[in-house]
């Protein structure tokens, strides 16, 4: 098989939750940890960071490799979904796995992982520690894909634990309450490691300090040492006054990942890099170091999705927040932006409430209602539907870029127009855009 056929095995073959949704997760660690026994454990082979959170663990995840990367290391990145091209999971560096890597990966153990029967997720992880393994990598970034206790990233011992914050998404899997939430993300804390909790947030604080006590982890809540005071940044570029903790270091950041939500992730990335520091002083990542990263993220990680500008005149931005934590968190800064007309693309996923989402949006909005395509993708008329019970006005398309193509007809030159609603809406979208 070439790289085409090699991944349309990939999708087709293996239970994949971007497909069909619940049920390709494995709620148990054993086909990882048989896979990786067949591998010869490659997870064991590297130092590592793991990263969960409802929201916030993929730019967390960006803005740490890219810091580490600042520092001289060679940087490992694991994190999910990608948006166009699958090999956006694996990175070295920035630099994409290569085709062939991932076609001779699949030749070399596609029969000797049969009786196994693994996901279309494990399958990629297992990938992903033999691949950092294979390129003696100096420390890996892990991002969960969801929860923590029994997603499959969670086989790695790593030096930090960070837990961004928690809100309510894929309650189905991991439980209605945000403590019941929280007991699955502190799934990730292990024995004497220390953990960064991105946020203090009072139903799950005492879930986290009871979990980190069991265990013997050192507990940081980032949200108690930090202190982040936004300057005169733009839509291009994120600038911070920051004070941490006591006065060991204050002074200004800047960083090419721009959204009102970076500022948390940002603060969690400060804490957890003081606590590499101070848990790890032969291996310290100075000031300049972090400052550097901060402000080359995208460039050093090839980071796409979050806040990305598309064009100027009308303005067109997207951001795979998907979720009511994710959608509250950029839609006040969304809708700060100067313009006439507010244009706003958006699809879901069918295990999201919709109705609650779509009640946060402006009723003198328009609206292009459509669906990801993917199985699990919500149909354009439903979405349309609940957008009309709530007010909101609009017409379904078939596909997200001709809703897009729509939309930008429409939009005057001092317009906004804004692409969203799913990681998967934002993937098409940019797939659509890269074919045009």
């Not at 870029?401 to 804004?418: C, G, P, R, T, W």
């Amino acid at each position: 098989m070439n790289y085409d056929e090699t991944i349309e095995f990939l999708f087709s073959s293996l239970p994949m939750y971007q497909r069909i949704g619940d049920a390709a997760i494995k709620k148990d660690l054993t086909n990882i940890r048989l896979l990786c026994h067949l591998l010869d454990e490659p997870q064991q082979n590297f130092p590592c960071i793991h990263v969960a959170g409802t929201n916030g663990k993929g730019s967390t995840s960006h803005m740490l490799a890219s810091i580490f990367q600042a520092a001289g290391k060679k940087v490992g990145l694991y994190t999910s979904p990608h948006y166009v091209d699958f090999r956006e999971r694996i990175k070295i560096n920035g630099k994409k796995i290569s085709e062939n890597d991932v076609v001779q990966f699949v030749k070399n153990w596609n029969e000797k992982w049969q009786t196994i029967q693994p996901s279309f997720f494990e399958i990629t992880v297992a990938m992903a520690f033999d691949y950092f393994r294979n390129e003696k990598v100096d420390i890996a970034i892990i991002e969960t894909g969801l929860g923590g206790r029994l997603d499959s990233t969670n086989i790695i011992s790593p030096l930090l634990s960070v837990i961004t914050n928690i809100g309510y998404d894929h309650m189905q899997l991991l439980g209605m309450t945000l403590p019941e939430i929280a007991f699955e993300k502190a799934g990730i804390i292990k024995k004497n490691i220390p953990v960064i909790i991105g946020e203090w947030q009072k139903q799950t604080a005492e879930v986290f300090k009871k979990k980190a006590k069991k265990e013997g982890a050192p507990i940081h809540f980032a949200a108690k040492h930090i202190f982040l005071e936004p300057t005169n940044g733009d839509i291009l570029k994120g600038a911070y006054r920051v004070k941490m903790r006591s006065g060991e270091w204050s002074g200004k950041i800047e960083s090419d990942l721009t959204g009102p939500y970076q500022k948390k992730n940002i603060r969690t990335v400060l804490e957890s890099l003081w606590c590499w520091n101070n848990y790890y002083p032969d291996q310290v990542i100075s000031v300049n170091h972090i400052m550097y990263g901060l402000k080359n993220v995208k460039k050093s990680t090839s980071m796409i999705g979050r806040w990305m500008v598309i064009r100027d005149n009308p303005l067109v931005l997207t951001d795979a927040a998907h979720n009511i934590d994710g959608i509250k968190s950029i839609l006040p800064d969304l809708l700060k932006i100067p313009s006439k007309k507010r244009h706003f693309v958006l699809g879901f996923v069918s295990d999201k409430d919709v109705k609650k989402i779509l009640s946060l949006f402006p009723h003198d909005g328009l609206y292009y209602w459509c669906s990801p395509a993917i199985p699990r993708g919500k149909p354009s008329l439903e979405t349309m539907t609940a957008g009309n019970d709530l007010g909101l006005k609009g017409n379904s398309f078939n596909s997200v870029i001709n809703a897009y193509n729509e939309a930008l007809a429409n939009a005057a030159k001092n317009d906004l127009v804004f692409v969203g609603g799913s990681s998967y809406v934002v993937g098409d979208f940019l797939a659509g855009m890269n074919k045009e």
